[in-house]
Protein backbone atom coordinates (compact mmCIF):
# COMPACT_ATOMS: atom_id res chain seq x y z
CA UNK A 1 0.00 0.00 0.00
CA UNK A 2 2.83 2.29 0.78
CA UNK A 3 5.05 1.81 -1.94
CA UNK A 4 1.59 2.61 -4.40
CA UNK A 5 0.72 5.74 -2.61
CA UNK A 6 4.55 6.54 -2.36
CA UNK A 7 4.64 5.86 -6.19
CA UNK A 8 5.42 8.82 -8.63
CA UNK A 9 2.24 10.12 -10.05
CA UNK A 10 1.61 8.88 -13.70
CA UNK A 11 -0.61 10.47 -16.56
CA UNK A 12 -3.38 12.37 -14.98
CA UNK A 13 -2.32 12.37 -11.70
CA UNK A 14 1.03 14.06 -12.76
CA UNK A 15 -1.00 16.92 -14.10
CA UNK A 16 -3.03 17.09 -10.69
CA UNK A 17 0.23 17.05 -9.40
CA UNK A 18 2.36 19.93 -11.19
CA UNK A 19 -0.80 22.09 -10.46
CA UNK A 20 -0.83 21.41 -6.90
CA UNK A 21 2.81 22.49 -7.01
CA UNK A 22 2.34 25.59 -9.20
CA UNK A 23 -0.09 26.76 -7.19
CA UNK A 24 1.57 26.47 -4.01
CA UNK A 25 4.82 28.00 -5.24
CA UNK A 26 2.87 31.01 -7.00
CA UNK A 27 1.27 31.64 -3.28
CA UNK A 28 3.45 30.39 -1.22
CA UNK A 29 7.48 30.74 -2.34
CA UNK A 30 7.94 33.07 -4.92
CA UNK A 31 6.63 35.90 -2.46
CA UNK A 32 8.69 34.51 0.28
CA UNK A 33 11.73 34.56 -2.01
CA UNK A 34 10.52 37.88 -3.24
CA UNK A 35 11.08 39.26 0.33
CA UNK A 36 14.35 37.67 0.87
CA UNK A 37 15.39 38.34 -2.44
CA UNK A 38 14.94 42.36 -1.62
CA UNK A 39 16.33 42.15 1.45
CA UNK A 40 19.37 41.00 0.14
CA UNK A 41 19.94 43.40 -2.29
CA UNK A 42 19.23 46.32 0.00
CA UNK A 43 21.14 45.02 3.03
CA UNK A 44 23.06 47.60 4.14
CA UNK A 45 19.93 49.83 4.25
CA UNK A 46 17.69 46.64 5.62
CA UNK A 47 20.26 46.99 8.48
CA UNK A 48 20.74 50.28 9.13
CA UNK A 49 16.90 50.79 9.74
CA UNK A 50 16.25 47.35 11.45
CA UNK A 51 18.85 48.66 14.59
CA UNK A 52 16.76 52.47 14.36
CA UNK A 53 15.00 53.16 18.14
CA UNK A 54 11.58 53.16 16.25
CA UNK A 55 12.48 49.63 15.08
CA UNK A 56 13.61 47.96 17.75
CA UNK A 57 10.58 49.52 20.03
CA UNK A 58 7.89 47.85 17.49
CA UNK A 59 9.31 44.51 18.21
CA UNK A 60 9.74 44.80 21.58
CA UNK A 61 6.66 46.05 22.04
CA UNK A 62 5.15 43.35 19.90
CA UNK A 63 7.19 40.76 21.95
CA UNK A 64 6.19 41.83 24.99
CA UNK A 65 2.38 41.53 24.01
CA UNK A 66 2.60 38.32 22.28
CA UNK A 67 4.26 37.19 25.49
CA UNK A 68 1.62 38.45 27.96
CA UNK A 69 -1.19 37.28 25.49
CA UNK A 70 0.37 34.02 26.00
CA UNK A 71 -0.11 34.17 29.78
CA UNK A 72 -3.34 35.39 30.00
CA UNK A 73 -4.48 33.26 27.38
CA UNK A 74 -2.93 30.51 28.99
CA UNK A 75 -4.72 31.10 32.53
CA UNK A 76 -7.98 32.44 31.48
CA UNK A 77 -7.58 29.31 28.66
CA UNK A 78 -7.32 26.88 31.13
CA UNK A 79 -10.06 28.36 33.90
CA UNK A 80 -12.34 29.25 30.45
CA UNK A 81 -12.76 25.82 29.17
CA UNK A 82 -13.05 24.31 32.59
CA UNK A 83 -16.22 26.63 33.28
CA UNK A 84 -17.23 25.62 29.47
CA UNK A 85 -17.01 21.80 29.49
CA UNK A 86 -17.38 21.12 32.74
CA UNK A 87 -20.03 23.43 33.96
CA UNK A 88 -23.38 23.07 33.49
CA UNK A 89 -25.69 27.06 33.54
CA UNK A 90 -27.95 28.58 31.69
CA UNK A 91 -25.76 31.08 29.67
CA UNK A 92 -23.09 28.43 28.56
CA UNK A 93 -24.77 28.50 25.00
CA UNK A 94 -24.22 32.11 24.71
CA UNK A 95 -20.94 31.92 25.95
CA UNK A 96 -19.97 29.01 24.23
CA UNK A 97 -21.19 31.45 20.67
CA UNK A 98 -19.62 34.65 22.15
CA UNK A 99 -16.09 33.21 22.26
CA UNK A 100 -15.88 32.63 19.04
CA UNK A 101 -16.80 36.43 17.92
CA UNK A 102 -12.92 37.73 18.06
CA UNK A 103 -12.81 35.08 14.58
CA UNK A 104 -15.75 36.43 13.46
CA UNK A 105 -15.46 40.24 13.71
CA UNK A 106 -13.08 42.27 11.49
CA UNK A 107 -10.02 43.46 13.56
CA UNK A 108 -11.02 47.32 12.35
CA UNK A 109 -14.20 46.83 13.75
CA UNK A 110 -12.48 45.64 17.19
CA UNK A 111 -9.93 48.37 17.35
CA UNK A 112 -13.15 50.55 16.74
CA UNK A 113 -15.00 49.02 20.18
CA UNK A 114 -12.56 49.73 21.51
CA UNK A 115 -12.28 53.30 20.63
CA UNK A 116 -15.59 53.76 21.87
CA UNK A 117 -14.92 52.48 25.13
CA UNK A 118 -11.66 53.95 25.99
CA UNK A 119 -10.83 56.76 23.51
CA UNK A 120 -11.04 60.05 24.01
CA UNK A 121 -14.89 60.58 24.52
CA UNK A 122 -15.26 56.54 25.35
CA UNK A 123 -17.82 55.46 28.03
CA UNK A 124 -15.02 54.66 29.75
CA UNK A 125 -13.23 57.74 29.97
CA UNK A 126 -14.52 59.75 32.71
CA UNK A 127 -13.28 56.78 35.27
CA UNK A 128 -9.79 56.39 33.24
CA UNK A 129 -9.42 59.85 33.44
CA UNK A 130 -9.98 60.16 37.20
CA UNK A 131 -7.31 57.02 37.86
CA UNK A 132 -5.18 58.98 35.47
CA UNK A 133 -4.77 55.73 33.26
CA UNK A 134 -4.16 56.05 29.94
CA UNK A 135 -5.48 53.13 27.33
CA UNK A 136 -6.38 54.53 23.88
CA UNK A 137 -3.32 55.07 21.63
CA UNK A 138 -1.24 54.05 24.41
CA UNK A 139 0.56 50.69 25.19
CA UNK A 140 -2.33 49.18 26.63
CA UNK A 141 -4.85 49.29 24.12
CA UNK A 142 -2.16 47.22 21.82
CA UNK A 143 -2.23 44.60 24.28
CA UNK A 144 -6.03 44.80 24.92
CA UNK A 145 -7.18 44.80 21.42
CA UNK A 146 -4.47 41.49 21.04
CA UNK A 147 -5.57 40.26 24.17
CA UNK A 148 -9.30 40.78 22.30
CA UNK A 149 -8.74 39.13 18.89
CA UNK A 150 -6.29 36.16 20.70
CA UNK A 151 -9.07 34.57 23.01
CA UNK A 152 -10.74 32.06 21.07
CA UNK A 153 -7.32 30.00 20.49
CA UNK A 154 -6.14 28.56 23.47
CA UNK A 155 -9.79 28.39 25.40
CA UNK A 156 -11.02 26.04 22.16
CA UNK A 157 -8.00 23.73 21.84
CA UNK A 158 -7.70 23.26 25.67
CA UNK A 159 -11.66 22.68 25.35
CA UNK A 160 -11.41 20.31 22.82
CA UNK A 161 -8.87 17.95 24.82
CA UNK A 162 -11.17 18.34 28.03
CA UNK A 163 -13.60 17.01 26.11
CA UNK A 164 -11.69 14.27 24.90
CA UNK A 165 -10.38 13.14 27.77
CA UNK A 166 -13.19 13.20 30.01
CA UNK A 167 -13.36 13.34 33.82
CA UNK A 168 -13.12 9.95 34.96
CA UNK A 169 -8.95 10.01 35.49
CA UNK A 170 -9.66 12.92 38.13
CA UNK A 171 -12.17 10.42 39.80
CA UNK A 172 -10.06 7.89 39.80
CA UNK A 173 -7.40 10.67 41.72
CA UNK A 174 -10.59 11.66 44.49
CA UNK A 175 -10.81 8.30 44.92
CA UNK A 176 -7.26 7.57 46.25
CA UNK A 177 -7.34 10.40 48.07
CA UNK A 178 -5.55 13.43 46.03
CA UNK A 179 -7.24 17.25 46.91
CA UNK A 180 -8.96 19.28 44.06
CA UNK A 181 -5.74 20.97 43.80
CA UNK A 182 -3.34 17.62 43.84
CA UNK A 183 -5.75 16.86 41.24
CA UNK A 184 -5.92 19.97 39.09
CA UNK A 185 -1.90 20.09 39.26
CA UNK A 186 -1.01 16.54 38.88
CA UNK A 187 -3.92 15.19 36.48
CA UNK A 188 -5.77 17.86 34.75
CA UNK A 189 -3.41 20.09 33.72
CA UNK A 190 -0.66 17.38 32.29
CA UNK A 191 -3.51 15.77 30.02
CA UNK A 192 -4.37 19.29 28.85
CA UNK A 193 -0.57 19.74 27.98
CA UNK A 194 -0.56 19.38 24.09
CA UNK A 195 -4.48 21.76 23.61
CA UNK A 196 -2.11 24.46 25.69
CA UNK A 197 0.69 23.83 23.26
CA UNK A 198 -1.21 24.45 20.42
CA UNK A 199 -3.42 27.08 21.94
CA UNK A 200 -0.49 28.96 22.24
CA UNK A 201 1.36 28.52 19.16
CA UNK A 202 -1.97 29.60 17.53
CA UNK A 203 -2.18 32.85 20.00
CA UNK A 204 1.31 33.63 19.31
CA UNK A 205 1.26 33.61 15.62
CA UNK A 206 -1.56 35.73 15.77
CA UNK A 207 -0.36 38.04 18.47
CA UNK A 208 2.49 38.64 16.11
CA UNK A 209 0.55 39.32 12.76
CA UNK A 210 -2.37 41.40 14.44
CA UNK A 211 -2.60 44.74 12.57
CA UNK A 212 -6.18 46.31 11.71
CA UNK A 213 -7.06 46.51 15.61
CA UNK A 214 -3.53 47.65 17.11
CA UNK A 215 -3.53 50.17 13.89
CA UNK A 216 -7.10 51.95 15.15
CA UNK A 217 -6.32 51.49 18.76
CA UNK A 218 -3.23 52.36 19.14
CA UNK A 219 -2.52 54.92 15.76
CA UNK A 220 1.24 53.23 15.24
CA UNK A 221 3.16 56.11 17.10
CA UNK A 222 6.55 55.35 16.74
CA UNK A 223 8.38 54.36 19.85
CA UNK A 224 4.54 54.29 21.66
CA UNK A 225 2.19 52.27 19.97
CA UNK A 226 3.75 51.19 16.99
CA UNK A 227 3.94 47.66 16.73
CA UNK A 228 5.73 45.13 13.95
CA UNK A 229 3.26 45.14 11.55
CA UNK A 230 2.30 48.65 11.94
CA UNK A 231 5.87 49.74 11.74
CA UNK A 232 5.94 47.95 8.10
CA UNK A 233 2.65 49.83 7.16
CA UNK A 234 3.82 53.00 8.28
CA UNK A 235 7.41 52.41 6.38
CA UNK A 236 5.73 51.63 3.25
CA UNK A 237 3.15 55.00 3.21
CA UNK A 238 6.90 57.05 4.27
CA UNK A 239 8.17 55.20 1.11
CA UNK A 240 11.40 53.81 3.31
CA UNK A 241 10.36 49.99 1.71
CA UNK A 242 13.81 48.58 3.02
CA UNK A 243 12.34 49.10 6.49
CA UNK A 244 9.36 47.44 5.63
CA UNK A 245 11.32 44.88 4.12
CA UNK A 246 13.36 43.72 6.80
CA UNK A 247 10.45 43.54 9.44
CA UNK A 248 8.43 41.51 6.81
CA UNK A 249 11.33 39.23 6.89
CA UNK A 250 11.59 39.07 10.53
CA UNK A 251 7.92 38.13 11.13
CA UNK A 252 7.97 35.78 8.04
CA UNK A 253 11.21 34.12 10.15
CA UNK A 254 9.40 33.77 13.29
CA UNK A 255 5.82 32.31 11.53
CA UNK A 256 7.95 29.71 10.04
CA UNK A 257 10.14 29.10 13.58
CA UNK A 258 6.27 28.58 14.91
CA UNK A 259 4.95 26.33 11.85
CA UNK A 260 8.41 23.83 12.45
CA UNK A 261 7.24 23.80 16.10
CA UNK A 262 3.96 22.45 15.57
CA UNK A 263 5.05 20.18 12.85
CA UNK A 264 8.04 18.63 15.47
CA UNK A 265 4.72 17.87 17.83
CA UNK A 266 2.83 15.92 15.87
CA UNK A 267 -0.29 15.89 18.17
CA UNK A 268 -1.58 13.15 16.34
CA UNK A 269 1.37 11.30 17.68
CA UNK A 270 1.93 12.65 21.10
CA UNK A 271 -1.74 12.00 22.08
CA UNK A 272 -1.76 8.64 23.30
CA UNK A 273 -5.13 7.48 24.64
CA UNK A 274 -4.69 5.21 27.26
CA UNK A 275 -8.14 3.74 26.28
CA UNK A 276 -8.50 3.42 22.90
CA UNK A 277 -8.91 0.35 21.28
CA UNK B 1 -15.47 -2.77 56.08
CA UNK B 2 -19.13 -3.22 56.37
CA UNK B 3 -22.08 -1.13 54.34
CA UNK B 4 -25.28 -0.47 54.77
CA UNK B 5 -27.25 1.48 52.36
CA UNK B 6 -30.82 2.52 53.33
CA UNK B 7 -33.24 3.84 50.97
CA UNK B 8 -31.18 5.12 48.55
CA UNK B 9 -32.77 7.26 45.60
CA UNK B 10 -30.95 8.62 42.44
CA UNK B 11 -32.98 10.63 39.94
CA UNK B 12 -31.32 11.71 36.89
CA UNK B 13 -34.05 14.49 35.26
CA UNK B 14 -37.57 13.12 35.27
CA UNK B 15 -36.14 9.04 35.33
CA UNK B 16 -35.30 7.05 38.66
CA UNK B 17 -32.19 5.61 38.06
CA UNK B 18 -31.85 4.18 42.49
CA UNK B 19 -35.63 3.40 43.92
CA UNK B 20 -36.17 3.05 47.14
CA UNK B 21 -32.83 0.57 47.62
CA UNK B 22 -31.24 -0.65 50.65
CA UNK B 23 -29.00 -4.04 51.56
CA UNK B 24 -26.43 -5.07 53.96
CA UNK B 25 -22.70 -6.38 53.44
CA UNK B 26 -21.10 -7.69 55.40
CA UNK B 27 -17.35 -7.60 56.29
CA UNK B 28 -15.08 -9.37 54.42
CA UNK B 29 -18.12 -10.75 51.52
CA UNK B 30 -17.45 -10.34 48.08
CA UNK B 31 -20.76 -9.56 46.75
CA UNK B 32 -22.13 -9.10 43.06
CA UNK B 33 -24.29 -6.35 41.54
CA UNK B 34 -26.20 -8.26 38.82
CA UNK B 35 -28.63 -7.36 36.71
CA UNK B 36 -29.46 -5.78 32.94
CA UNK B 37 -27.86 -2.49 31.59
CA UNK B 38 -28.83 0.17 32.84
CA UNK B 39 -30.80 -1.27 36.03
CA UNK B 40 -28.24 1.29 37.98
CA UNK B 41 -26.02 -0.94 39.67
CA UNK B 42 -23.30 1.40 38.69
CA UNK B 43 -24.81 4.06 40.10
CA UNK B 44 -25.43 2.28 43.13
CA UNK B 45 -21.42 1.61 43.52
CA UNK B 46 -20.86 5.21 42.83
CA UNK B 47 -22.68 6.89 45.29
CA UNK B 48 -21.07 4.43 47.95
CA UNK B 49 -17.64 5.83 46.61
CA UNK B 50 -18.86 9.27 46.84
CA UNK B 51 -18.57 9.75 43.31
CA UNK B 52 -22.30 10.48 43.01
CA UNK B 53 -24.63 11.83 45.08
CA UNK B 54 -27.83 10.12 46.53
CA UNK B 55 -31.21 11.95 45.84
CA UNK B 56 -32.53 10.54 49.51
CA UNK B 57 -31.57 7.94 51.46
CA UNK B 58 -28.12 6.88 53.63
CA UNK B 59 -25.19 5.40 53.28
CA UNK B 60 -22.75 3.93 56.35
CA UNK B 61 -19.55 2.70 56.21
CA UNK B 62 -18.39 0.43 59.49
CA UNK B 63 -21.10 2.05 61.64
CA UNK B 64 -20.61 5.46 60.70
CA UNK B 65 -23.25 8.14 58.06
CA UNK B 66 -20.70 8.91 55.06
CA UNK B 67 -23.26 10.74 52.41
CA UNK B 68 -21.80 14.16 53.78
CA UNK B 69 -17.58 12.56 53.32
CA UNK B 70 -15.94 13.89 49.50
CA UNK B 71 -14.85 10.41 47.94
CA UNK B 72 -11.16 11.03 48.90
CA UNK B 73 -12.38 10.87 52.73
CA UNK B 74 -14.02 7.65 52.02
CA UNK B 75 -10.72 5.56 51.64
CA UNK B 76 -12.58 3.56 49.22
CA UNK B 77 -10.99 1.53 45.93
CA UNK B 78 -12.55 1.72 42.85
CA UNK B 79 -11.86 0.05 39.80
CA UNK B 80 -13.38 2.12 36.80
CA UNK B 81 -14.97 0.60 33.99
CA UNK B 82 -12.38 1.81 31.41
CA UNK B 83 -9.58 1.76 33.79
CA UNK B 84 -9.06 5.35 34.15
CA UNK B 85 -5.59 5.07 34.25
CA UNK B 86 -3.37 8.10 34.62
CA UNK B 87 -2.65 8.38 30.60
CA UNK B 88 0.59 10.80 31.29
CA UNK B 89 1.73 8.69 34.50
CA UNK B 90 3.63 5.07 34.18
CA UNK B 91 2.70 1.94 35.73
CA UNK B 92 4.76 2.69 38.79
CA UNK B 93 3.73 6.16 38.66
CA UNK B 94 -0.52 5.17 38.53
CA UNK B 95 0.42 2.77 41.31
CA UNK B 96 1.70 4.95 43.52
CA UNK B 97 -0.53 8.11 43.19
CA UNK B 98 -2.74 6.94 46.27
CA UNK B 99 0.50 6.76 48.76
CA UNK B 100 2.12 10.07 47.20
CA UNK B 101 -0.95 11.99 47.85
CA UNK B 102 -1.11 11.00 50.90
CA UNK B 103 2.50 11.91 51.88
CA UNK B 104 3.77 8.04 52.12
CA UNK B 105 7.42 8.42 52.14
CA UNK B 106 9.31 7.50 48.32
CA UNK B 107 10.85 4.53 49.64
CA UNK B 108 7.76 2.72 51.26
CA UNK B 109 5.67 3.76 47.85
CA UNK B 110 8.52 1.92 46.04
CA UNK B 111 8.35 -1.33 47.87
CA UNK B 112 4.07 -1.20 48.15
CA UNK B 113 4.49 -0.74 44.12
CA UNK B 114 7.40 -3.51 43.45
CA UNK B 115 5.26 -5.67 46.03
CA UNK B 116 1.96 -5.18 43.99
CA UNK B 117 3.13 -5.26 40.53
CA UNK B 118 4.89 -8.90 41.58
CA UNK B 119 1.70 -9.79 43.03
CA UNK B 120 -0.52 -8.59 39.74
CA UNK B 121 2.03 -10.43 37.24
CA UNK B 122 3.28 -6.68 36.19
CA UNK B 123 6.92 -7.55 36.96
CA UNK B 124 9.07 -5.48 34.42
CA UNK B 125 6.11 -3.20 33.31
CA UNK B 126 6.54 -0.32 35.80
CA UNK B 127 7.99 1.50 33.31
CA UNK B 128 6.10 1.69 30.37
CA UNK B 129 3.21 3.94 29.76
CA UNK B 130 -0.85 2.95 30.00
CA UNK B 131 -0.88 3.25 26.21
CA UNK B 132 1.93 0.62 25.77
CA UNK B 133 0.06 -2.83 27.66
CA UNK B 134 -2.38 -4.93 27.25
CA UNK B 135 -5.68 -4.39 28.20
CA UNK B 136 -5.76 -7.00 30.86
CA UNK B 137 -2.58 -5.46 31.81
CA UNK B 138 -4.69 -2.29 32.59
CA UNK B 139 -6.59 -3.91 34.22
CA UNK B 140 -4.99 -4.95 37.00
CA UNK B 141 -3.10 -1.88 36.98
CA UNK B 142 -5.98 -0.16 38.02
CA UNK B 143 -6.98 -2.73 40.64
CA UNK B 144 -3.24 -2.38 41.81
CA UNK B 145 -3.69 1.32 41.87
CA UNK B 146 -6.83 1.06 43.79
CA UNK B 147 -5.20 -1.62 46.54
CA UNK B 148 -1.99 0.43 47.08
CA UNK B 149 -3.66 2.49 49.62
CA UNK B 150 -4.80 -0.69 51.78
CA UNK B 151 -8.92 -0.02 51.05
CA UNK B 152 -10.94 -1.68 53.36
CA UNK B 153 -13.60 -1.79 50.94
CA UNK B 154 -12.84 -2.65 47.15
CA UNK B 155 -15.84 -1.22 44.80
CA UNK B 156 -15.06 -2.52 40.86
CA UNK B 157 -17.19 -0.91 37.67
CA UNK B 158 -17.72 -4.12 35.12
CA UNK B 159 -14.14 -4.72 36.01
CA UNK B 160 -14.02 -7.17 33.23
CA UNK B 161 -15.86 -5.94 30.80
CA UNK B 162 -13.30 -4.42 28.29
CA UNK B 163 -11.18 -7.56 27.84
CA UNK B 164 -11.66 -10.49 26.01
CA UNK B 165 -13.46 -13.82 27.18
CA UNK B 166 -10.13 -16.08 28.06
CA UNK B 167 -8.37 -12.90 29.86
CA UNK B 168 -11.68 -12.07 31.70
CA UNK B 169 -11.88 -15.88 32.70
CA UNK B 170 -8.41 -15.53 34.10
CA UNK B 171 -8.81 -11.96 36.25
CA UNK B 172 -11.80 -13.59 37.29
CA UNK B 173 -10.11 -16.29 38.90
CA UNK B 174 -8.02 -14.06 40.33
CA UNK B 175 -10.21 -11.35 41.87
CA UNK B 176 -11.47 -14.17 43.94
CA UNK B 177 -7.86 -15.20 45.31
CA UNK B 178 -7.14 -11.11 45.65
CA UNK B 179 -9.82 -10.81 47.72
CA UNK B 180 -9.04 -13.78 49.67
CA UNK B 181 -5.32 -12.96 50.59
CA UNK B 182 -6.55 -9.12 50.90
CA UNK B 183 -9.46 -9.62 52.38
CA UNK B 184 -11.40 -6.16 52.09
CA UNK B 185 -14.96 -6.16 51.42
CA UNK B 186 -15.47 -6.00 47.50
CA UNK B 187 -18.85 -4.99 45.65
CA UNK B 188 -18.60 -5.81 41.88
CA UNK B 189 -20.79 -4.47 39.41
CA UNK B 190 -21.39 -6.66 36.11
CA UNK B 191 -24.03 -8.27 33.86
CA UNK B 192 -22.65 -11.09 32.87
CA UNK B 193 -24.52 -13.86 35.65
CA UNK B 194 -21.65 -16.10 35.25
CA UNK B 195 -19.42 -14.16 36.38
CA UNK B 196 -21.43 -13.01 39.99
CA UNK B 197 -22.64 -17.02 40.06
CA UNK B 198 -19.08 -18.07 39.84
CA UNK B 199 -17.04 -15.77 41.85
CA UNK B 200 -19.43 -14.18 44.50
CA UNK B 201 -20.77 -15.21 48.18
CA UNK B 202 -23.53 -13.12 47.48
CA UNK B 203 -25.58 -11.90 44.53
CA UNK B 204 -28.04 -8.86 44.33
CA UNK B 205 -30.07 -8.73 41.85
CA UNK B 206 -30.58 -5.70 40.43
CA UNK B 207 -33.59 -4.25 37.31
CA UNK B 208 -35.01 -0.93 37.23
CA UNK B 209 -33.52 0.70 40.22
CA UNK B 210 -34.79 -1.95 42.47
CA UNK B 211 -33.62 -4.64 44.64
CA UNK B 212 -35.14 -7.70 43.03
CA UNK B 213 -33.11 -10.43 45.45
CA UNK B 214 -30.29 -10.78 47.55
CA UNK B 215 -28.70 -14.09 48.51
CA UNK B 216 -26.44 -16.47 47.61
CA UNK B 217 -25.59 -18.22 44.27
CA UNK B 218 -27.36 -21.45 45.04
CA UNK B 219 -30.40 -19.55 46.55
CA UNK B 220 -30.91 -16.92 43.67
CA UNK B 221 -30.71 -20.17 41.24
CA UNK B 222 -33.35 -22.69 43.40
CA UNK B 223 -35.57 -20.02 44.91
CA UNK B 224 -35.84 -16.92 42.95
CA UNK B 225 -38.00 -14.44 44.70
CA UNK B 226 -39.73 -13.16 41.71
CA UNK B 227 -40.28 -13.81 37.99
CA UNK B 228 -38.01 -11.22 37.13
CA UNK B 229 -35.12 -13.29 38.69
CA UNK B 230 -36.25 -16.62 37.55
CA UNK B 231 -36.60 -15.22 33.83
CA UNK B 232 -33.33 -13.73 33.87
CA UNK B 233 -30.80 -16.29 35.83
CA UNK B 234 -30.20 -18.94 33.46
CA UNK B 235 -31.52 -20.41 30.07
CA UNK B 236 -35.31 -20.60 30.59
CA UNK B 237 -38.83 -21.05 29.08
CA UNK B 238 -41.74 -19.10 30.11
CA UNK B 239 -44.72 -20.77 28.88
CA UNK B 240 -48.63 -19.90 30.09
CA UNK B 241 -50.79 -22.33 32.13
CA UNK B 242 -53.49 -23.08 34.36
CA UNK B 243 -53.42 -24.11 38.22
CA UNK B 244 -54.71 -27.63 39.23
CA UNK B 245 -54.04 -28.53 42.59
CA UNK B 246 -50.74 -29.00 43.23
CA UNK B 247 -49.86 -28.60 39.48
CA UNK B 248 -49.98 -26.05 36.49
CA UNK B 249 -50.78 -27.98 33.29
CA UNK B 250 -48.97 -26.09 30.50
CA UNK B 251 -50.45 -27.45 27.08
CA UNK B 252 -50.46 -31.59 27.47
CA UNK B 253 -47.68 -30.98 30.33
CA UNK B 254 -47.86 -31.15 33.99
CA UNK B 255 -45.12 -28.95 36.16
CA UNK B 256 -45.64 -28.83 40.08
CA UNK B 257 -45.63 -25.71 41.63
CA UNK B 258 -47.27 -25.21 45.18
CA UNK B 259 -49.07 -22.32 47.05
CA UNK B 260 -51.63 -20.95 43.91
CA UNK B 261 -55.09 -21.12 43.73
CA UNK B 262 -57.13 -23.93 41.91
CA UNK B 263 -57.48 -22.59 38.10
CA UNK B 264 -55.56 -19.48 38.31
CA UNK B 265 -53.63 -18.75 35.20
CA UNK B 266 -49.67 -18.63 35.66
CA UNK B 267 -46.34 -17.79 33.73
CA UNK B 268 -44.42 -21.29 34.12
CA UNK B 269 -40.41 -20.31 34.34
CA UNK B 270 -38.96 -24.11 32.81
CA UNK B 271 -35.03 -24.04 33.19
CA UNK B 272 -33.36 -25.93 30.28
CA UNK B 273 -31.50 -28.68 32.76
CA UNK B 274 -34.79 -28.95 34.74
CA UNK B 275 -36.89 -30.73 31.52
CA UNK B 276 -36.53 -34.69 30.12
CA UNK B 277 -36.61 -35.19 26.62
CA UNK B 278 -36.85 -38.81 25.42
CA UNK B 279 -38.06 -39.91 22.16
CA UNK B 280 -41.68 -42.07 22.18
CA UNK B 281 -44.69 -41.83 19.41
CA UNK B 282 -47.00 -40.13 20.14
CA UNK B 283 -45.59 -38.14 22.68
CA UNK B 284 -46.25 -34.66 23.45
CA UNK B 285 -43.57 -32.93 21.08
CA UNK B 286 -42.06 -32.24 18.10
CA UNK B 287 -38.12 -31.67 17.49
CA UNK B 288 -37.12 -29.23 15.25
CA UNK B 289 -33.96 -28.40 16.07
CA UNK B 290 -30.55 -30.39 17.82
CA UNK B 291 -27.33 -28.09 18.23
CA UNK B 292 -24.22 -29.45 19.62
CA UNK B 293 -22.35 -26.24 22.20
CA UNK B 294 -19.55 -27.75 23.56
CA UNK B 295 -20.30 -30.44 26.00
CA UNK B 296 -23.97 -30.01 25.89
CA UNK B 297 -26.76 -30.34 23.59
CA UNK B 298 -29.51 -27.76 22.93
CA UNK B 299 -32.71 -29.91 21.64
CA UNK B 300 -35.92 -27.85 20.24
CA UNK B 301 -39.28 -28.78 20.26
CA UNK B 302 -42.49 -27.41 19.58
CA UNK B 303 -44.91 -28.40 22.38
CA UNK B 304 -48.50 -29.45 22.00
CA UNK B 305 -51.44 -27.00 22.42
CA UNK B 306 -49.45 -25.16 25.05
CA UNK B 307 -49.59 -21.70 22.83
CA UNK B 308 -52.55 -19.26 22.71
CA UNK B 309 -55.76 -20.58 21.08
CA UNK B 310 -54.40 -24.07 21.47
CA UNK B 311 -51.30 -23.88 18.94
CA UNK B 312 -47.93 -25.34 19.81
CA UNK B 313 -45.44 -23.32 21.41
CA UNK B 314 -41.58 -23.55 21.28
CA UNK B 315 -39.92 -25.52 24.23
CA UNK B 316 -35.86 -26.22 24.55
CA UNK B 317 -33.98 -28.05 27.26
CA UNK B 318 -30.41 -28.57 27.18
CA UNK B 319 -28.55 -31.96 27.92
CA UNK B 320 -24.85 -33.36 28.63
CA UNK B 321 -23.61 -34.66 25.30
CA UNK B 322 -23.50 -38.16 26.38
CA UNK B 323 -27.04 -38.06 27.99
CA UNK B 324 -28.70 -41.73 27.25
CA UNK B 325 -32.05 -39.16 27.06
CA UNK B 326 -30.78 -37.80 24.26
CA UNK B 327 -31.06 -41.43 22.61
CA UNK B 328 -32.73 -40.94 18.95
CA UNK B 329 -33.58 -37.81 19.68
CA UNK B 330 -33.26 -36.17 16.20
CA UNK B 331 -35.10 -33.73 13.49
CA UNK B 332 -38.71 -34.51 13.15
CA UNK B 333 -39.02 -37.17 15.55
CA UNK B 334 -41.45 -37.17 18.22
CA UNK B 335 -40.63 -37.00 22.16
CA UNK B 336 -42.65 -36.70 25.53
CA UNK B 337 -41.33 -33.97 28.29
CA UNK B 338 -41.15 -34.69 32.19
CA UNK B 339 -41.10 -31.30 33.98
CA UNK B 340 -38.73 -32.02 37.07
CA UNK B 341 -38.98 -28.70 38.47
CA UNK B 342 -40.94 -25.29 37.69
CA UNK B 343 -41.95 -21.77 39.08
CA UNK B 344 -45.27 -20.33 38.68
CA UNK B 345 -46.13 -16.68 38.92
CA UNK B 346 -49.50 -14.91 38.41
CA UNK B 347 -50.64 -12.38 36.02
CA UNK B 348 -48.70 -10.42 33.57
CA UNK B 349 -45.00 -11.39 33.47
CA UNK B 350 -42.69 -8.25 33.40
CA UNK B 351 -40.96 -7.38 30.01
CA UNK B 352 -38.02 -10.01 29.45
CA UNK B 353 -34.73 -8.89 30.25
CA UNK B 354 -32.08 -7.75 27.79
Known sequence: MAERILRKPAGASRLVFALVCGWLTLLLVVPLLALVGAVVQDRSEVLRTLLSAEARNALLLTLGVALACIACNGVFGVAGALVLVRQRFWLRRVLDALIDMPLALSPVMTGLAFLLVFGRSGVLRPVLDGLGVEIAFAWPSVLLATLFVTLPFTLREVALVLEEVGDSEEQAAATLGASPWQTFWRITLPNLRGGLIIGTTLTTARALGEFGAVLVVGGSIANRTQTATTFIHAAIEERQEPAAFGMALILAAAAILLLLFMQGLDPTQKRSPAHGD | ?354
Open chain 2, 1 to 354: MGIEVRNLVKRFGALTVVDAMSFEVQPGELVALLGPSGGGKSTVLRIIAGLETADAGQVWLDGARVDHLHARQRQVGFVFQHYALFRHMTVAQNIAFGLDVRGVPRAEQQRTVERLLQVMGLRGLGDRMPSQISGGQRQRVALARALAPTPKLLLLDEPFGAVDAKVREELRQWLRRMHDAVGATTIFVTHDQEEAFAIADRVMIIQSGRLEQHGTPLEILDHPATEFVARFVGDVNVLTGRVHGDHARVGPLLAPVSGLPDGQEVHVVLRAYDLKFWREDPGVATVRRVMTIGDRVRVEALLDRAGPDGQPAPIFAQFPRRSSLLHGVEVGCRISIEVTRARAWPGVPPEPAS
